[in-house]
């Protein structure tokens, strides 16, 4: 705690989120901005510490309230002792797959059952929910048909409450400094809306599914300019997540808005340029993207273009159903035998290459999918775009080796558009 600062100096608490504005030359402090008051001041180096990044770990879970498979009479001893409106969600073991709710009420244990019908759930057939998550939302909220309203969550063992955990590490941001604004975006997981937190101008994905919302926090700790920065989460709804607001929205969007006409090469190779850049900072994590295409980089204010989705992109259910994969993004590899590698990043970079030097067109116009991966096999590859560089479209055809050994590395690509860059510069 520092609670008496002297002029100048920032009053925080133990474990107060703070933001760096600048670094004091020289003398190891920093001029910052308390997230919670909104104050600016300086204060020392030393008292900071960097936010940590949540671990993956399989008890890590937005309901530790769910306790799985159990039989009613375990959900009553769990309930002991008796305290009104304490409960727990299982599942049913004569039923499986239909859920059931145990509130704890008058010293009994009231059981619900949740009926699972039309894709919705519910108690009363009257109120329904498209998930668990929302179901106890609105149930602590209000009582409605059931006996109490639901007060207080019983973890099951060994569960830790992701609350916690991202309370920990510095990610939980607080509710109510956050307005949320109009609708900018639709996502696989719901919507993206335009928001302020704290007077900053924020981007918020509102995400319900458990396992979706755990791969998302395992990695919170990647940071890059050329990556869509996470300034945190709020657990409500599920989960929501805060980003950086990119005011020019994705990049298929912002090429076709605008065509050739507007835009210069140069401008093309730049945002070629900071796409490798991210992806090469992954790929020195170690993580694999698996959904990088054009419709998901945005642009912010200043033009400079940043991978976004990134964190999602390992549970991504297209992960496992290759039904559902980004074909005309996918390699061959990564199509037939379920392979990603940052060398299927490269094949997939590629294709991005191929939208960005057409303005956004979509990737093997008039071939369906069925025919693109037959094709593919017989070593077809897409032409150069009109007026496309020769150099940018031998990189293309470089990530589009069949034997990803052949692909370029990212680190290589960047190292390859930097010259071409320089090359504009001195012609
Ligand atoms: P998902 O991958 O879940 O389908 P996206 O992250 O691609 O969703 O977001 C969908 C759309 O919402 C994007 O194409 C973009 O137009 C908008 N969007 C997403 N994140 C931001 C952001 N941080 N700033 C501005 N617009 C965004
Ligand atoms: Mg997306």
């Known amino acids: 705690d520092h609670t008496k600062p002297k002029a100048q100096e920032l009053a925080f608490h133990k474990g107060d989120l703070i933001t760096i504005i600048e670094a004091v030359e020289g003398k190891g402090w920093y001029r910052a901005k308390h ?43 769990e309930l002991q002792p008796p305290e009104d409106g304490l409960f727990l969600v299982r599942e049913s073991i004569r039923h499986p797959g239909d859920y059931v709710l145990c509130v704890s009420f008058a ?43 639901l007060v207080k969550p019983k973890p099951k063992s060994g569960m830790k409450s992701a609350e916690d955990e991202l309370a920990k590490a510095g990610w939980l941001l607080n509710l109510q400094h956050l307005t949320l604004g109009d609708r900018i975006g639709q996502g696989e997981f719901g919507d993206v809306l335009q928001g302020e937190y704290m007077g900053q101008k924020v981007a918020v994905k509102n995400i319900k599914c458990d396992v979706t919302a755990q791969a998302f926090l395992a990695e919170t700790a990647v940071r890059h300019k050329n990556l869509v920065r996470l300034l945190g989460v709020i657990l409500h709804n599920g ?37 490798a850049q991210g992806m090469d900072y992954l790929e020195s994590k170690k993580l694999v993207h698996r959904d990088l295409a054009a419709r998901n980089i945005l642009i912010s204010e200043e033009n400079v273009a940043k991978v976004s989705d990134f964190g999602l992109a390992r549970v991504n259910p297209k992960g496992t159903d290759t039904t559902l994969l980004p074909v005309k993004w996918s390699a061959p590899e990564a199509l037939k035998h379920n392979k990603f590698s940052s060398k299927s990043d490269v094949w997939s970079y590629g294709i991005l290459l191929w939208e960005v030097f057409s303005f956004g067109r979509a990737p093997y116009p008039k071939l369906s999918l069925k025919e693109v991966t037959e094709m593919l096999e017989q070593g077809y590859r897409m032409e150069a775009p009109e007026d496309c560089p020769a150099t940018v479209y031998m990189l293309m055809r470089s990530c589009w080796e069949l034997e990803p050994g052949k692909r370029p590395s990212f680190k290589k690509l960047t190292e390859k558009l930097q010259k071409e860059l320089k090359h504009l510069g001195d012609v």
């Open 35 to 77: 997230n919670d008051t909104g104050e600016e001041g300086l204060l020392a180096a030393s008292a900071l510490r960097e936010r940590g990044a949540i671990r993956v770990n399989p008890k890590l879970s937005l309901m530790p309230w769910f306790h799985g498979k159990i039989s009613g009479v375990q959900a009553v001893q």
């Open 107 to 149: 010293k009994e244990v009231i059981h619900y059952r949740v009926i699972y019908e039309e894709n919705t759930l519910s108690i009363d057939n009257e109120q329904r929910f498209y998930n668990l998550i929302d179901m106890i939302e609105h149930y602590m909220k209000e009582q409605g048909a059931i006996c109490t309203k």
């Open 239 to 275: 989960l929501y997540i805060v980003m950086e607001f990119m005011s020019k929205g994705n990049l298929v969007n912002f090429l076709r808005t605008r065509g050739r006409a507007v835009i210069q090469t140069r401008q093309l190779l730049q945002f070629s340029l900071d796409v």
